[in-house]
């Protein structure tokens, strides 16, 4: 399975690494845990490691190894002779760094999300695995290639946060048997719970109470969700990048199976947040609105303001659940 991306690899001298846009853990620690790995097995090769976007890292994720050296890919205008893509379903979430992947004479792609269309050389595309982490660790298994403790600490914090601290459906065995071979080989799971999800800010807490407060239900209990507006953020001073894991609050209520939060990102749009309890799969509905996911959590973005967002979302997760 490996083959194809081990020669790419091994045949270029300079190598870039990108996650989507918006990075999570598992994007992050996935370029983070694969670029020091290949750095340290190839003294000799250039490997750079790329944001997508300049919206930054986001503070709980700036503790991990190698963070201070990510830029955004806007300020790489030289052609790489590969390109390598983690956790990216589509060639649109890869936003800035979409240029540089055209621009490269090869392109792999590590991902474990359902995709509409391929845009590698080679693919690697596992949809039952936890995150895109776990496939790295195979990679890097299969290759023979360095696990230091920086390394495993980089993955682990990928799929410790895809998983959701192993409490989501995909966390399955393969996941802890990874996180098992990660810890052994020197990842600090305290630390990484510790700089994760207990670190938050004051001002994050605040805003964190606004959305609990907001939370409402249909259809019985069965459908939650709440909202954030832009002033919110700006009130509460906090930015954007810190937000990824309010839909959670949300999909705390009891009793609910599908969660729906909605964030304005300025007027006129809307970043909508899906998540999915049980087996019910709310992807198609992210797809159908533009965006994408997991079978169980999923994302999109709404042109409108936000309670027009909830019109139209809302009453899909309804019928979803009829």
């Known amino acids: 399975m490996w083959e194809g991306a081990i020669d790419f690899i091994e045949g270029a001298r300079t190598i870039a690494i990108s996650g989507h846009t918006n990075p999570d853990g598992d994007a992050l620690g996935s370029v983070l845990g694969l670029g020091l790995s290949i750095r340290a097995q190839f003294p000799d090769k250039r490997v750079d490691f790329l944001l997508a976007d300049d919206g930054g890292i986001p503070r ?18 030289e052609s790489y002779d590969l390109f390598i893509s983690v956790d990216v379903p589509t060639l649109e ?17 590590i991902d474990h999300h359902p995709t509409r269309d391929e845009f590698g050389d080679v693919t690697v595309r596992v949809t039952s695995a936890a995150a895109t982490a776990v496939l790295v660790a195979e990679l890097l298994d299969a290759a023979g290639w360095p696990i230091t403790p920086d390394i495993a600490s980089c993955l682990l914090t990928g799929i410790v946060t895809d998983t959701g601290r192993f409490q989501y459906q995909n966390a399955n065995p393969s996941a802890f048997a990874c996180a098992s071979r990660l810890v052994d ?4 799971p305290a630390t990484i719970a510790l700089e994760v999800y207990q670190s938050q ?3 994050y807490l605040h805003l964190e109470s606004i ?3 907001r939370i409402e239900t249909r259809s019985g209990g069965r459908v939650a969700y709440s909202y954030a507006f832009a002033e919110d953020l700006v009130e509460c001073g906090v930015k954007p990048a810190e937000c990824d894991g309010l839909v959670d609050i949300v999909r705390q209520v009891a009793g609910t199976e599908l969660c729906l939060f909605l964030r304005e990102v300025e007027p006129g749009t809307v970043r909508g947040n899906l998540r999915s309890k049980g087996k019910l799969d709310i992807s198609p509905i992210a797809v159908e609105l ?9 994302g999109f973005t709404f042109h409108g303001a936000v309670s027009e967002a909830a019109a139209v979302v809302l009453p899909k997760l309804e019928a979803l659940l009829a």
């Open 185 to 188: 080989a020197g990842a600090q």
């Open 60 to 77: 709980i994720y700036r503790f991990l190894p190698g963070a201070s050296e990510l830029v955004p890919a806007v300020r790489h205008p």
């Open 290 to 298: 533009g965006g994408g996911g997991h079978a169980a959590a999923a």
């Open 211 to 213: 959305v609990m407060s």
């Open 93 to 109: 979430r890869l936003e800035d760094s979409a240029a540089v992947a055209k621009r490269a004479r090869g392109r792999v792609v």
């Open 201 to 203: 800010r004051l001002e």
